[in-house]
């Protein structure tokens, strides 16, 4: 479904407390040649498919475990378990039980949970790995900050995070506006669980072949099609997101190398800007674009949704910077914008397929919007 927000889609004062002063250090545990026993909480979905690849590669031996309903013939090779980690909500009598059976005295050196959201189902999850899991790493969101996309000001992994009435509760709500808190209070339930072991992991908008959301996507397949495009907001407004495939390596590097604490998972090393964006864009796929662009004050008035509607913008009032400087020191790294945009749009032409886009802009609603965009400033 389209995705306005980073909130959409998508500790207690005390246990905040706790999680701010997770040790950042790398322990001295395992070295990076070492051959790691990795469990991965989903695997088979768009992250965990990275996750397994990298970690593959480098040699480790990996576990799935899920619902054997998304891709179940990914990985013929991997050992493969099946669960259910989603507690019965309240009000639906028709709701699978929880199974956590498969996992219980496993032994594992570290676990990737990709599929965590709810607190207590988190809790369920750590108390049966505890003690048989060396490091949990948890794949969290940048959306545990308060002020993301709110105001433009700056966050690091010690900016205050959100909360909501119910840490327990099983809703989103209506508009995913407690989604970022109860990424927080999961990240809260893994720190409690894990003392000195707990790697929580906050992306933001995750890209890349194989992307459901289309939030990204959708410039890619604007760009094969060429013309007159509508470029939003302010040119130099700068634009962070991670491809999938360098996410799911620094994962693997953070197991490796025992990294503890929460990282900022977002690209890049160094400053990109919407229109380097875009014209890199137009010079990787297709030249005969051309860009129109068109000011953050003229979207919000006319119901364009950031990341929903319009891919890859983000009014420049609401845009504050993530500051991913621990996530280098730690060994992140990022290609080329170029290789992700050409590798995208490969996927949209011989993988995606002809399935409902669910984010960006119809064509028609693009020469809309340009026209009206014209009349306002007499042009």
């Known amino acids: 479904m389209p995705s306005p927000s980073r909130r959409e889609f ?15 250090h790398r322990l001295p545990l395992a070295s990076a040649s ?37 891709n179940p013939g990914l990985f013929p090779d991997v050992e493969h378990l099946q669960g259910q980690r989603r507690r019965p909500r309240p009000g639906k009598p028709n709701d699978p039980a929880q199974d956590l059976s498969a996992l219980k005295d496993r032994r594992f050196d570290a676990v990737v949970d990709t599929s965590g959201y709810f607190t207590g189902e988190v809790e369920d999850m750590a108390a049966v790995l505890r003690g048989n899991v060396g490091q949990y790493v948890y794949i969290s ?9 709110q105001s433009n000001a700056p966050v690091d992994e010690q900016s205050p995070l959100c909360e909501c009435p119910d840490k327990y509760t099983q ?4 508009n995913y506006e407690h989604y970022g808190a109860l990424k927080r209070y999961c990240e809260d339930a893994v720190a409690a669980a894990f003392p000195g072991a707990a790697t929580l992991v906050r992306p933001g908008y995750i890209v890349g072949p194989g992307d459901p ?30 491809d999938v495939r360098d996410l799911g390596s620094f994962v693997v590097r953070l ?4 990294a503890m604490g929460p990282y900022n998972a977002v690209g890049f090393d160094g400053r990109i800007s919407v229109a380097e964006f875009l014209h890199t864009g137009k010079g990787t796929l297709n030249h005969r674009c051309s860009f129109t662009w068109v000011d953050d004050e003229f979207l919000e008035q006319n119901g364009v949704s950031s990341w929903g509607e319009m891919g890859c913008w983000t009014p420049k009032a609401k845009n504050g910077r ?12 990022y290609r080329p914008i170029a290789e992700t945009l050409r590798d995208t749009a490969a996927w949209v032409q011989n993988g995606r397929g002809e399935r409902k886009w669910q984010a960006g802009m119809t064509a028609e609603r693009e020469v809309e919007l340009l026209a009206k965009w014209r009349a306002a400033k007499g042009r």
């Not at 998508?10 to 950042?24: G, K, M, Q, Y």
């Not at 197991?255 to 025992?258: F, G, L, M, Q, V």
């Not at 993530?322 to 790294?333: D, H, K």
């Open 255 to 258: 197991i490796e190398d025992r």
């Open 171 to 174: 809703d989103f709500g209506p």
């Open 322 to 333: 993530a500051s991913n400087a621990r996530a280098l020191r730690a060994g992140a790294t």
């Open 34 to 70: 070492q051959k790691q026993k990795i469990l991965v909480l989903g695997g088979t979905g768009f992250l965990g498919p990275a996750v397994v690849t990298a970690a593959r590669q480098r040699g480790h031996e990996l576990t799935l475990w899920n619902r054997g309903k998304t």
């Open 10 to 24: 998508l500790f207690a004062s005390s246990a905040a407390t706790a999680a701010s002063a997770l040790p950042w």
């Open 141 to 149: 969101s940048l959306s545990v900050y308060r002020s993301l996309e």
């Open 213 to 242: 959301t289309d939030r990204f996507t959708y410039w890619p397949a604007r760009l094969l099609r060429g013309g007159e495009c509508l470029a939003p907001g302010h040119p130099d407004n700068e634009l962070q997101f991670v």
